[in-house]
């Protein structure tokens, strides 16, 4: 069970009170771009790695808002929370994750 | 809309005897949701000039005689009042902020709300709710959103002496939490988690 500090109401509450919302950061098509390969790969290609990942969340027994969170999906430790609107993960935030990755002696992301 | 209340979700549930604490409805509740941005100076003084008190803080709940305020959301309030003043309410709202800044809509009738008092009051809460309930994390005047057994409320402590919550859910859910709460109440469970803190 996750412990998640909602950056929005500044509550910590366990998992269940919160909805995972998935892949963080996914580009959008060009508004021109209709190739069936390239939308269905934004639609469905997640790349679902092994360590490090960044995703969104909802506080949906909360607030109710959208933030999102960088965690270790191996070891289920969190890095941070950050703003919705944040388009790429804050530097300070990669940084801090980085560093306690490799604390643990852990590659970035593994293989298998 | 009706202007008379609707009947208790609650008709019929009684407060279970041998209770670690009390269990009554606060039936009649004028309840209205404003939406906006709490930092606007007019919907300050809208709210103000409403209940009586300003928005609370984060997380927090404010008592003003028979109004209050409760914090939802970074941009959403609960907003307390008699039932019958609702309306004239919401319009003072609605008529002192700029237009499309912000909403606020009579909810009276959405939510059921749930006294808990007295010294086992804590203690039954931490059983039906995932939330820290110790009383140096949470205290008089503190609001948490989350879940009481399977279905969403908000939990308000309300006084400190003696030691009262009030639960707001949804009123078509009002008799699960009730009885819930009947299943966690009996004396005989109580193992005194609090006592001593």
Excluded at chain 2, 96 to 120: F, K, N, Y
Excluded at chain 2, 135 to 157: E, K, L, M, Y
Aim: glycine share 10%; net charge negative; charged share 25%.
């Amino acid at each position: 069970m996750l412990m998640i500090q909602c950056p929005c109401c500044g509550a910590t509450a366990e998992e269940a009170d919160f909805h995972c919302g998935g892949e963080a950061h996914i580009v959008r098509l060009a508004g021109d771009n209709d190739a069936d390969a390239d939308l269905g790969a934004y639609l469905f290609e997640r790349a679902n790695p092994k360590g490090l990942c960044f995703e969104r969340w909802r506080h949906q027994y909360g607030c109710g808002k959208w933030f999102h969170l960088a965690r270790d999906s191996r070891t289920m430790e969190i890095f941070g929370v950050y703003d919705i609107k944040a388009p790429a993960p804050p530097a300070e935030i990669v940084a801090e994750a980085r560093r306690r990755i490799a604390a643990r002696g852990l590659p970035e992301h593994s293989n298998n | 809309m009706s202007t008379e209340a609707r009947k208790s979700p609650l008709l019929g549930l009684k407060a279970p005897d041998g209770a670690m604490a009390r269990l009554s409805e606060a039936h009649r509740r004028g309840m209205f949701t404003v939406k906006g941005d709490l930092a606007d100076p007019a919907l300050i003084t809208a709210v103000q000039t409403a209940v009586g008190a300003p928005p609370p803080q984060q997380r927090k709940y404010v008592a003003a005689g028979e109004c209050g305020a409760i914090w939802m959301a970074p941009d959403e309030l609960l907003l307390l009042a008699p039932y019958g003043e609702v309306g004239a309410k919401v319009r003072l709202i609605e008529e002192t902020t700029r237009p499309g800044a912000c909403m606020a809509v009579d909810v009276s009738d959405a939510r059921a709300v749930i006294q808990v008092a007295g010294q086992g009051a804590r203690e039954m809460l931490a059983k039906v709710c995932p939330l820290d309930m110790h009383p140096s994390a949470f205290g008089p005047g503190d609001v948490r959103r989350s879940r009481i057994g399977s279905v969403a409320g908000a939990v308000v402590q309300v006084s400190g002496s003696p030691e009262t919550f009030e639960l707001y859910c949804f009123r078509s859910v009002a008799d699960y939490v009730w009885e819930l709460l009947c299943v966690a109440a009996p004396e005989q469970s109580r193992i005194g988690l609090f006592d001593n803190a």
